[in-house]
Each structure stands twice: as C-alpha cells, then as structure tokens.
C-alpha cells in the first residue's frame, strides 16, 4: 500500500522560507520520480517540482531559482525547500509519485505566505 505524508507547511511572512518533507512508504522508492504539486484556491493543481529516482530534477518557471527539490533515498524522503516565498505561492503542497500506472498522493499541507 503506497503512502505519501507530508509535512512542513505553515504561515510565512513574504521573503521567508519553509522546507516542505514527505515520508513515503509502500513503494521502491530509488526508483520513483517524486513530484510536488501545489493548489491555489479556485485553480487547478499544478506541478511545482518533479525529481527522478537518479536525482535528475525540474522546476516549474514560477519557482525557479527559488525553489529546490530533494531525496534521500536511504530514508524514503523527499524535501522541498522554498526561499523567497511570495503570496502567490501561497496553496496546498501535495507529494505525488506513480506507481503501477496510478497515481498516488499525500493529504498536502498548506502554505501560507502573507504579504
């Protein structure tokens, strides 16, 4: 049974940071692309960050340069740590990752960047 349990969410002044993490369990994890989404209120959910199982990552244009995606395959957890946050990026941060041609995700954690 795959399971993604994020963390790391929270209120954050504009120009502050936060490090998203999720804890997955249920898959072989060295060998999944992980991905993080986000949604904004009243917008469709959109890709933030994807890394691949070799560590091979990409960012949407929104977050470029301030954001990163990691791994750590030892311990089945990928991070997200944000800088510079603005109130766009404001939304329900979701871990993803496919397995099995599904699509599995976490319950998200919110952010809230006020400006």
């Known amino acids: 049974q795959v399971q993604l349990v994020e963390s790391g969410g929270g209120l954050v002044q504009a120009g502050g940071s936060l490090r998203l993490s999720c804890a997955a369990s249920?898959?072989?994890?060295?060998?999944?692309?992980m991905a993080w989404y986000r949604q904004a209120p009243g917008k469709q959910r959109e890709l933030v960050a994807v890394?691949?199982?070799?560590?091979?990552?990409n960012y949407a244009d929104s977050v470029k340069g301030r954001v990163t995606i990691s791994r750590d395959n030892a311990k089945n957890m990928v991070y997200l740590q944000m800088n510079s946050l603005k109130p766009d990026d404001t939304g329900v941060y979701y871990c993803?990752?496919?397995?099995?041609?599904?699509?599995?995700w976490g319950q998200g954690t919110q952010v809230t960047v006020s400006s």
């Open positions: 993803n990752t496919q397995a099995n041609l599904h699509d599995y």
């Open positions: 249920g898959i072989i994890f060295r060998m999944n692309a």
């Open positions: 890394i691949t199982g070799g560590g091979i990552t």
